[in-house]
């Protein structure tokens, strides 16, 4: 699939800009790839989903074995306050995003007028139409493809976790002791790599489905251009609405992914309004911090204050636009040739990323 801004342009145009060269505006790679209206879109309607978590093991055994084992033993981060982050001993962890684990499935009982409804929701990356982590990563190792599909580039990564960072849904994860870092300066610069789901990039350049629309056995998962899927997500949530005993105009109240964080191409559809649904992802979570027992906890208990990491297990209430405020934009045109002269530093002193049992290992995330 042609990139309408290859690598090479990004790295031409982030050394222009930082020579002075580049008198005009700098355009984001990402935004202008948002508005080329090629996105594509996934839909998932929560109603149909009964939480059997094939899509965790299919995403699971396509990808997991794409991600490499670290190095032992580990280079010490740097800088050294930086937390080693290794998920290498815990694969098998599938209840939480972890760079193992691109997708699980968050189990409910959601009170709504006076009952609990069993609902299950599958989380993973959102996709974002201007995604921060992709914008705003300063070694230029984010990418959004003409698909839509953000992802992070394991050749350039050097697993900073600014994407994490910037994630209002704090999606991706770190592996520590993988990647490029290795070949470079492991004890100057980097940490690992950062891993979350791409939307099975590889496959659908081919023309495939996602593994998790396909395995699905509820079909669950519908996915295609982002205005056609948006039709359909207005007119399901009509009828959920409706079937709720609300105004059909009410609508957007059971949608989630359109407005967030200034749009998504990950569009759910839920039976009740997603202010219940958050409420009780929320209540999930609190329960599941046992007492005297983790971050959450201490933070309950008066201790440490509780960092907005989640855990891997994202929540799912309002979300602003983050690239819209304007010091982030800001921040993104100041890294933008911060950006073209590392993904240039990577690619002169990079070598492949060398995975341990050939050469998919290479496109993990
Ligand atoms: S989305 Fe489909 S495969 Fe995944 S848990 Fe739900 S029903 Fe099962
Ligand atoms: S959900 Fe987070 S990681 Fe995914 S595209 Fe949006 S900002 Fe990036
Ligand atoms: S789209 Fe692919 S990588 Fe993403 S969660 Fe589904 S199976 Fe995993």
Partial sequence: MAKDISRRNFLRGGLAAAAGVA??????????????????????DLSKCIGCEECVSACREQWQPTVPDPVSPMPRPFPAKVPVQDWSGRK??????????????????????????ELHVPRRCMH????????????????????????????VCLGGA???????????????????????????????????C???????????????????PEQVQSIGPREQILAQAEALARAKATEDG????????????????????????????????????????????????????????????KKRGFGGRPPMGPVEDVMAKADNLSLALVLAPVAGLAAGFTRLF????????????????
């Fill in 246 to 305: 609300a105004s059909p105009d009410k609508w957007q109240d059971y949608v989630y992914g359109l407005t967030e964080n200034g749009g998504t191409t990950t569009i759910y559809v839920s039976p009740m309004p997603f202010a219940a649904v958050a409420a009780a992802i929320e209540q999930n979570h609190a329960a599941s911090a046992q007492p005297g027992r983790g971050r959450a906890a201490r933070a309950k208990q008066g201790g440490r204050k």
């Fill in 92 to 117: 098998d962890v599938s209840d939480r995003l972890t760079p193992y684990n691109f997708l699980y499935v968050e189990h409910l009982d959601v009170p709504h007028k006076g009952q609990e409804i």
């Fill in 198 to 216: 791409h939307r099975c990039l590889p496959l659908v350049e081919k023309g495939q489905q996602p593994r998790c629309v396909e395995v699905c």
């Fill in 23 to 44: 008198a005009s505006p700098i355009i984001l790679p990402t935004a202008a790839q948002a508005a080329s209206g090629r996105e594509l879109c996934t839909l998932l």
């Fill in 162 to 196: 600014k994407c994490k960072t910037v994630c209002p849904w704090k999606i991706p994860q770190r592996q520590s002791g993988v990647g490029i870092y290795l070949d470079i300066m492991p004890e100057l610069a980097g940490n690992g790599v950062m891993f979350k």
């Fill in 128 to 155: 974002c139409l201007n995604p921060p982590c992709a914008d705003l990563c300063p070694f230029g190792a984010g990418r959004v493809e003409n698909n839509g599909v953000v992802h992070i580039d394991p050749e």
């Fill in 350 to 365: 990079g070598k492949k990323f060398k995975a341990d049992d050939g050469d998919s290992k290479g496109e993990a995330a």
